[in-house]
């Protein structure tokens, strides 16, 4: 498999697909309606890297050269890995991934009690390590520990509290490809084997390529099935990466899961968008969700690793709220199982400020930030509710309006003072209103 393969096989910047799904609707089965209301999921990226926990989930395999996978943190903000890892040092992890203090149910308890709706877990990333124990291929977690089912100890967890059930599968699979693809991403040579040595590729004949992508075709597809048939109803299909040609439409996966919601990744198309680690630059039209990472560094866990401010959080929420998408944090577990204390911190954090703000994010409508507000805001019947993030400071503006008949500070119902002439409303929190989260602002009657 050539490096060009490898991209164009892995949505890099997070939502760079080909639209082949002219005339596509997004399904209108009842049971997927409750997705664009969601407003707030959990990412869980978890898999072996998060035994040395010095590198990222699957990328610190690849050796990156300036074009490649450098350019694309530096162009796009995407996280890197903290150090390369060569796949066989790599994937010798998983002889220590011992998931002993796997409790999902306190991730999930935590999570709900904080008003997330649904969560993400990758079942399986690019590195090809199967968190449940696959009939297909050997390398998941049924080899190494039999009788072990993550995935379906992570379902189990979010039906217990009440959190819809999402699946992250990777099509791509460095490991089924280990002997005939390069692990120098960015540049055709050299061409580097499972040891970042350098390797002159197996040539296929045209026959014996035909053979191995049709096993690979086969591999994939029986991997999503099982996916979606043993686990009951599935709320959320999240693909990264295109399948096989003729692996799995759609409209297959929809006779096993008819409510399930299905990101574009994998088709080409799908019911919402996916934007990644970088706010959108315009609205996007329909269903869409953004993700980032919520731990500074990587998707998977760091042994290093430093979560990022609960305003960070509360400010990227409004944002995507007020256009009327879903925010997806990432967060990252070890390779015991557990979440680090700072993640249940984070929790609480959001659970106090949803007590007092869920109003203003939770059943709303997108808002008119930027056209004519300078803060993010969203909309509920004849209220408007402005973000103030905890970064923010100077006058909110907001502009062609009526007067108000009255505006608040959410958290504790103290009257804003703020003026208005020919349309345009201005105000400034007092210092002592102010906190380090996001300050939502209630404006009455406009």
């Known amino acids: 498999m050539s490096n060009e393969e490898v991209a164009s096989q892995h949505d890099i910047i997070g939502n760079r697909v080909e639209k082949e799904g002219v005339g596509y609707q997004r399904t209108t089965h009842p049971g997927a309606q409750w997705y664009p209301k969601a407003g707030l999921g959990l990412f869980f990226h978890w898999g072996i890297s998060s035994v040395l926990g010095q590198g990222d989930l699957s990328w610190s395999m690849m050796k990156r050269t300036t074009g490649g996978m450098g350019k694309a943190v530096a162009d796009y903000g995407l996280p890197a890995a903290q150090v390369v890892i060569p796949p066989a040092k790599y994937w010798a992890q998983a002889a220590k991934f011992t998931a002993d203090r796997y409790n999902p149910d306190k991730w999930l308890a935590a999570a709900a009690a904080a008003g997330v709706k649904y969560a993400v877990l990758t079942t399986k990333h690019h590195d090809g390590f199967a968190l449940w124990p696959s009939a297909y291929g050997d390398f998941n977690i049924g080899r190494f520990q039999p009788g072990r089912d993550l995935v379906g100890e992570f379902v189990k967890a979010c039906r217990k509290n009440g959190v819809k059930v999402g699946f992250y599968y990777s099509p791509p699979d460095w490991y089924y490809h280990r002997r005939v693809m390069s692990f120098n991403y960015g540049t055709n040579k050299p061409t580097l084997d499972i040891n970042h040595e350098p390797v002159e590729l197996p040539v296929m004949t045209a026959v014996e390529k035909a053979a191995f992508d049709e096993g690979f075709r086969q591999y994939v597809r029986g991997q999503v099935l099982e996916l979606i048939t043993r686990y009951g109803a599935i709320d959320v299909l999240w693909f990264d990466g295109r399948l096989p040609d003729n692996a799995l439409s759609m409209e297959e996966i929809r006779t096993h899961q008819p409510g399930i919601v299905i990101n574009p990744r994998g088709h ?26 919520f731990a500074d560094g990587a998707w998977g866990y760091l042994d290093h690793e430093i979560y990022k401010p609960i305003g960070w959080l509360l400010g990227e929420y409004a944002k995507a709220r007020a256009w009327g998408g879903n925010f997806l944090p ?117």
């Open 330 to 446: 990432n967060v990252a577990p070890d390779s015991h199982g557990e979440l680090p204390d700072g993640y249940y911190l984070r929790m609480r954090q959001l659970k106090e400020w949803m007590a007092a703000n869920a109003k203003s994010v939770v059943g709303t409508q997108s808002g008119i930030w930027p056209e004519q507000s300078n803060v993010p805001t969203t909309r509920n019947g004849d209220a408007l509710y402005a973000h103030l993030d905890w970064i923010f400071e100077g006058e909110a503006r907001i502009v062609r309006i009526a007067r108000p008949k009255s505006a608040r500070l959410l958290a504790t119902g103290e009257a804003v003072p703020f003026a208005y002439n020919d349309g345009v409303l201005t105000f400034s929190l007092p210092s002592v209103m102010k906190t380090n989260k996001t300050d939502v602002v209630e404006i009455c009657g406009i």
């Open 268 to 293: 080409g198309h799908g019911d919402f968008e996916t934007p990644e680690c970088r706010f959108p630059d315009q609205r996007v039209p329909g269903w869409w969700e953004y993700c980032h990472v």
